[in-house]
């Protein structure tokens, strides 16, 4: 798992020329078009209409949210007659969210955003969009009217009335109302902040010295993680413990490098398709970090509870070292430990006050298991897997410390209600 966070590799499935084929009067195929697959997120939304620009075709995200079109297409969503937006499909397109299909700088203070986020919420058959949003096929009609989503929610609500009357009457206790303003847009953010969250891996440069930097975006939109300094201490970076978030824009105000050194930066920075970049006024350090390991939009929270009830856990590395983690993590993450649950670095000189800071977030529950992804503010990072489909849980952890190159798999772990397994 670990190793595919940090290395990126392509493969070919092989090559075709004239030779190859000799004499046999057999054209040679057209190339097939590439083709790129996003998820449409206010939560993950199923059962959307989407139109690739390549094809006369309607199709309908999959249960996931997932719709797929060509490289270069612009894909135009709808529900029914009435059209949402479109966007075009580039190679690193991974997330479509309503602001996307509203246009640049919009977020969940746009009017033209939220309304169309409280449409698909309100369209939810089960009404819950924690577990993903599903339209059904019978809210998918042609009403023959226009909706206007640039307005104020006063007069989107007055617009809207009839027409959640049409499109819900068939579903299971419809018709179904507009959702409250309010309940959408504590909903939109966690979808905004879910198209900038996972692990990044980049680096940091000091003019005469280029260092590592790694850290985790968690779904409420906060970052933490660690950088090596110029001096080589394994310093704090990312989030400012009092900083709050970034917001739903992909701006941090001030990202942190060479925390807890004495000699700490506070750097405006960017997150823009899985890249973060930033630069200090006077130049004195730069840096960048790509996405290496993507989060699934919806996770199973009862999953994530049985999970909980293990903590805290403690993985043990080797011999030697263990790595524990609870519910006790720094603000906008569901896990960690604020002191305590890391071991020190092989150097263990470079590691700086706070050191032991680790914080995890949820990964994916898929198939029983609950991965997750956590870091310490000295450079550990694992990739954990816990699999809770048997009488007792079994945990897989492959770790590595990013500043000193080691690394390994752990199966060892004890709970709050386990001996050692």
Sequence with gaps: MLASCFALSACNGGSSNKDDNPSTGTETPEPQPETVSATFVDSSVSGLQYQCSSSTDVHLTDARGVLTCEIGDTVTFFVGSIELGSTVMNEDTVFITPATLVGDNTNEATDAVLNMARLL????????????????????????????????????????ESIMTQLTDELPEGPYTLVDAGEAQGHLVLGLYIQYAGLYDGTVDFGDTVTRLTFVVSREGYAYGTNESADGIYANAAN?????????????????????????????ATIDNGVL??????????????????????????????????????????????FSFADEALDGFPFGLLAGGTPHSDNAANDPRFWDINVAEVVSTRDDTVRLIAIAMNGFVLDIAVDLSGETPSVQANWTHVHEGTEGTATGFETEHSSIF
Excluded at 294 to 322: C, G, K, M, W, Y
């Design 121 to 160: 919420i309100s369209l939810d058959i089960d009404q819950d969009p924690s577990n993903g949003i599903a339209i059904d096929e019978s809210s998918l009609q042609d009403i023959g009217v226009v909706l206007e989503f640039d307005q104020t929610s006063e007069n989107f609500e007055s617009a809207v």
């Design 240 to 268: 400012d413990e009092l900083a709050g978030p970034f917001d739903t824009l992909g701006n941090f105000e001030s990202f942190k490098v060479d925390g807890s050194t004495g000699a700490t930066y506070f750097v405006p």
């Design 277 to 322: 970049s930033g630069t200090e006024e006077n130049g004195l350090v730069s840096f960048t970090a790509t996405r290496q390991l993507i989060f699934d939009p919806v996770i199973d929270s009862a999953l994530v509870e049985q999970f909980s009830a293990l903590l805290p856990l403690t993985i043990h590395l080797d011999d030697n070292r263990s």
